[in-house]
């Protein structure tokens, strides 16, 4: 199996303007999936955001969600201590157009549902997707159920 090829794709924020408060996102159901890397894409952003951390439950309605820790603390950037994997500062998103943040998440011993807490401070165009890899058995090339609208291989 070529594990880039046993993937899928799930939208927790479609693009959309945010303006100044919650993103609205969706639940990941990360179930039967080794690793999840989770996407920030930040557009032409007045002000940044002032909250961005994922949280975990073992509900499907994230009833009694914690957020997800690791040796600095808080998994967030603008966490207290909260560090890149190059050992800088982990700041939130800030008023830069055109930024890519991540989350690189090791599923074993976490939660089965994950969701990203995201408030921005002003209007900021916001676009949130997370990749499940890894998968327990071997993924269909259904598109649907990978994800995706279109997909092309080579």
Do not use: W
Not at 20 to 39: K, M, P, R
Not at 91 to 100: E, F, Q, R
Request: hydrophobic content about 40%.
């Amino acid at each position: 199996m070529i594990h880039t090829q046993d993937t899928k794709i799930v939208t927790i924020t479609t693009p959309v303007s945010v303006v100044a408060g919650a993103a609205t996102t969706s639940v990941v159901d990360t179930s039967g999936y080794d690793y999840c890397t989770i996407l920030f894409i930040g557009g032409a952003m007045a002000t940044g955001y002032s909250t961005l951390l994922v949280r975990e439950s073992d509900a499907s309605n994230m009833g009694g969600a914690v957020s997800i820790s690791n040796a600095n603390g808080v998994l967030g950037f603008g966490e207290t201590g909260a560090l890149n994997v190059d050992g800088s500062a982990a700041a939130d998103p800030d008023a830069t157009n055109d930024v890519v943040y991540g989350f690189e998440i090791d599923l074993k011993a976490r939660k089965r549902y994950l969701d990203v807490s995201a408030t921005a401070g002003g209007t900021c165009l916001t676009c949130i997707i997370a990749v499940l890899s890894r998968a327990a058995e071997a993924s269909s090339d259904v598109l649907a159920t990978r994800g995706f609208t279109g997909l092309l291989r080579v």
